[in-house]
T-cell receptor
Framework: DQQVKQNSPSLSVQEGRISILNCDYT??????FLWYKKYPAEGPTFLIS?????DKNEDGRFTVFLNKSAKHLSLHIVPSQPGDSAVYFC?????????????FGTGTRLKVLA | NAGVMQNPRHLVRRRGQEARLRCSPM?????VYWYRQLPEEGLKFMVY????????ESGMPKERFSAEFPKEGPSILRIQQVVRGDSAAYFC?????????????FGQGTRLTVV
């Protein structure tokens, strides 16, 4: 039972254009969402997060949008750079768990073409 | 300002042997989490520990797997009598004791290969 879904396993974007990575979730109790970036043979690196009381959070080239009614969030990267090529994981946190137990999606591999 | 340190980075074990994976959290962090990533899958939560306490081990297989975070020293994830299906990347994360929502910082992982 996949509670956090990233339905696009891969995405290719031209350098300088916008990258949009999508994530859907099924549990309406999730109250905190995060995006992590992962390079091969390295651990995930935190990118940006958003609380369920907000619908947008921006940090430099990265913006996360949350649509609670649709149980959907997206990560926008503008402009995309070749160094952004990595696997991006969406994660959600359930307050009922009482811990920082994140539930991860399966990841989207972004390739930014120079 | 060392980050989360995991060792070894790569570990090869024969079926039936024991695997010990170590994790030193970031300085000042008292919460440790272990995740496992199987090939082509996302990270799956295994266990959450604080010093000398297992808080949540709901993601840990009931047999052969154990974890500890002693008062002194790193957190250890121990897998006894490894099988091929245990081959995966094991990531440790840490966070400070904090009541709000905060991101966890991950180590570089230990890649376990069972042959």
């Amino acid at each position: 039972d996949q509670q956090v879904k990233q339905n696009s396993p891969s995405l290719s974007v031209q350098e300088g254009r916008i990258s949009i990575l999508n994530c859907d979730y099924t549990n309406s109790m999730f109250d905190y969402f995060l995006w992590y970036k992962k390079y091969p043979a390295e651990g995930p690196t935190f990118l940006i997060s958003i609380s369920s009381i907000k619908d947008k959070n921006e940090d430099g080239r990265f913006t996360v949008f949350l649509n609670k009614s649709a149980k959907h969030l997206s990560l926008h990267i503008v402009p995309s750079q070749p160094g952004d090529s990595a696997v991006y994981f969406c994660a959600a946190s359930d307050p009922a768990s009482g811990t920082y137990k994140y539930i991860f999606g399966t990841g989207t591999r972004l390739k930014v073409l120079a | 300002n060392a980050g989360v340190m995991q060792n070894p980075r790569h570990l090869v074990r024969r079926r039936g042997q024991e695997a010990r994976l170590r994790c030193s959290p970031m300085k000042g962090h008292s919460h440790v989490y272990w995740y496992r990533q199987l090939p082509e899958e996302g990270l799956k939560f295994m266990v959450y520990l604080q010093k000398e306490n297992i808080i949540d081990e709901s993601g840990m297989p009931k047999e052969r797997f154990s974890a500890e975070f002693p008062k002194e020293g790193p957190s250890i994830l121990r897998i006894q009598q490894v099988v091929r299906g245990d081959s995966a990347a094991y990531f440790c994360a840490s966070s400070p004791a904090y009541r709000g929502r905060i991101e966890a910082f991950f180590g570089q992982g230990t890649r376990l290969t069972v042959v």
